[in-house]
């Protein structure tokens, strides 16, 4: 079993930044691929950025703005949220696939607000 810890988000102005944290814990984790997902009330939940041993993935929406991160030693994922815009809003989800057996986790989910 897998369990995610999530922390960072939290009320901010446009322009401003977010560092979202997801720290994994479990006994012999290997962990594949980690990343975030966002979702606002009435839509469906999207992918924000993602990162694996062959690169990172983000949205169109987030490129240039938003930077994925991981510490393989930690067992953490990170996204650097910079440039932020109202339409950021939503909860924030982390995302990570174990290898053996192969499968995947959610966090609990963090706010982020982006208004003045």
């Known amino acids: 079993q897998v369990q995610l810890v999530e922390s960072g988000g939290g009320l901010v102005q446009p322009g401003g930044s977010l560092r979202l944290s997801c720290a994994a814990a479990g006994s012999g984790l290997s962990l594949n691929a980690m990343g975030w997902y966002r979702q606002v009330p009435g839509k469906e939940r999207e992918l924000v950025a993602s990162?694996?041993?062959?690169?990172?993935t983000y949205a169109d929406s987030v490129k240039g703005r938003f930077t994925i991160s991981r510490d393989n030693a930690k067992n953490t994922v990170y996204l650097q949220m910079n440039s932020l815009k109202p339409e950021d809003t939503a909860v924030y989800y982390c995302n990570v696939w174990t290898t053996c057996p192969r499968r995947d986790y959610w966090g609990q989910g963090t706010q982020v607000t982006v208004s003045s």
């Open positions: 990162v694996t041993s062959g690169g990172r």
